[in-house]
């Protein structure tokens, strides 16, 4: 490696990482042996990574708050270059792709929000609603599960507040 490139992107000891990201050293040798992120070895054997790998691993972390799984995430990442640091742009088609997958799962969490208090169709039946909207559980005919959170109607089945 040349000097101007140990420079420019100077490789880290693995506790520089961890200290930096918050991430366990366990945690780093956990996500290197998934294939997340990637390490050279030193002479001396030890692992050093390149400076671009604190930004994955923070977008790992926060990836994983979100509730994608490591494999989600690494089928993300695979796009990105491993053997350089990202550009910019690199980063904004990730990030792209995931704001896309965000947006509706956003879209999700208030469906759910707004349909907790009220006849979600998964068939219970234990509210006065759910007699109102799914009586006899008719929204079952529609599929498996909360039929009504996930996207289905009680008009779907036939059903009106009219009707009861």
Not at 2 to 8: G, K, N
Not at 57 to 77: A, N
């Amino acid at each position: 490696m040349s000097r101007s490139r140990r420079i420019s992107d100077p490789l880290l000891a693995i506790g520089a990482v961890a200290q930096r990201t918050g991430v366990t050293i366990s945690a780093i040798r956990f996500y290197e042996g998934k294939g997340l992120i990637s390490s050279e070895r030193a002479t001396s054997g030890h692992r050093r990574f390149r400076k671009s790998v604190i930004r994955r691993l923070s977008f790992i972390l926060i990836s994983q708050r979100l509730g994608y799984t490591l494999d989600e995430i690494k089928t993300q990442l695979d796009r990105l270059p491993n053997g350089r640091t990202p550009t910019e742009r690199d980063w904004n088609r990730l990030a792209s792709r995931f704001a896309t997958d965000i947006d509706a799962r956003i879209a999700g969490l208030q469906t759910l929000r707004s349909k907790l208090d009220a006849c979600i169709g998964c068939g219970c039946l234990s509210l006065e609603k759910c007699r109102m909207w799914n009586p006899d559980d008719v929204a079952s005919d529609l599929g498996d599960g909360p039929r009504y959170l996930l996207g289905d109607t009680s008009e779907d089945v036939g059903v009106t507040v009219r009707d009861r």
